[in-house]
């Protein structure tokens, strides 16, 4: 079976609503990356999720809404959680809050947990989809589980960790903006902490609510992009390299190190990450062992470097 491509048109979206209401799984644009897109509220659709992209069952997904409102009935957003969702939704924010009793969430969704990440995206045709369906979705991004994450509806169904022919359909809303997933807030003890460097950068963050604390490790994962391999590429991949040796391919980044692929030729951190799923495949394609320049670590290169650890741990 080969998945379609849906425009996003009013028939596409209708008929993406469509799928998602008979419980399939269907891919959609977000400002961030492209999400696999089931109805929360429905276990099958969510183990299709998990079936469809492999992924390990104790990894909690993302929760999908249209609006703050809706987030509320399924979440407790007080203090600086609705701080944070007032300012940042719809946008490239996750809050991992306290699971409301009556939310009527898929228990898949959470992996158990008394806490569900919420976000709501501000990408129009994600918006669309949303209010068409009128219930909530789990999304996470729409790619094999651990691969790299999706940024265009070709890479959803792109043969190296891609999902054709897995899922009933892929809405195509053109390139994801920001291109790189979201940034996750939750609380711990109390205190608001940084799960995983996303869209947002952490310094908006904390000029709102203070300091985050950083995240501690846990046996088990309390929010999505939280396991040691992620995101990563089939090629083995070096960090913080200055020159690269022979036989590999150099992503570079900024005017000094151009690299044989390049993140930013001008070093713009924004640039860098709505390129670097996208410059990570065509790196891949390449079948050659893989080299990374140094992405200074402030605001989005924070989350830039994060995806490349990740990518680039043992698996």
């Known amino acids: 079976m080969t998945t379609p491509i849906l425009q996003a048109d009013d028939a596409g979206i209708a008929r993406a609503a469509s799928l998602l209401a008979a419980g399939e799984v269907v891919a959609i644009p ?37 609006d703050t409102g809706a987030a509320a009935r399924i979440g407790v957003l007080e203090g ?26 898929a228990s898949l969704v959470t992996a158990g947990l008394p806490t569900v990440g919420i976000r709501v995206p501000a990408h129009p045709v994600a918006q669309a989809v949303l209010r068409a369906l009128g219930q909530p979705v789990a999304a996470p991004s729409a790619n094999a589980s651990g691969r ?3 940024t265009t509806a070709a890479h959803v169904l792109d043969a190296n960790g891609g999902l054709d022919g897995r899922i009933a359909a892929v809405v195509d809303g053109g390139a994801s903006p920001v291109g790189l997933e979201s940034t996750i807030v939750g609380w711990r003890d ?49 960090l913080e390299v200055l020159a690269p040796e022979r036989g590999e391919t150099f992503i ?9 692929l390049t993140l930013s030729a001008t070093g713009d951190p924004v ?13 891949d394609r390449l ?29």
């Open 252 to 260: 570079g980044f900024g005017p000094s190190r151009p690299g044989t």
């Open 80 to 105: 600086d959680a609705r701080r944070l969702a007032d300012a940042f939704w719809p946008g490239a924010l996750t809050l991992v809050v306290p699971l409301r009793n009556d939310a009527g969430i």
């Open 30 to 66: 977000t400002e961030t990356v492209y999400g696999l897109a089931g109805s929360a509220r429905d276990p099958q659709a969510v183990a299709r999720i998990y079936a469809a992209k492999g992924r390990p069952g104790f990894n909690p997904l993302i929760v999908h809404v249209a």
């Open 271 to 283: 640039e860098a990450a709505a390129r670097l799923f996208d410059i990570l495949r065509q790196a």
């Open 190 to 238: 109390g205190r608001a902490t940084l799960l995983r460097p996303g869209g947002v950068p952490s310094e908006a963050i904390e000029a709102l609510i203070g300091p985050l604390a950083p995240a501690h490790a846990l046996a088990a994962p309390d929010a999505p992009g939280q396991l040691g391999s992620h995101y990563a590429p089939a090629a083995p991949l070096r």
């Open 148 to 150: 790299i994450s999706p």
């Open 287 to 315: 079948g050659r062992p893989i080299a990374v320049a140094p992405i200074p670590d402030g605001g989005l290169g924070a989350a830039i470097n994060d995806r490349l650890r990740r990518a680039a741990a043992p698996r």
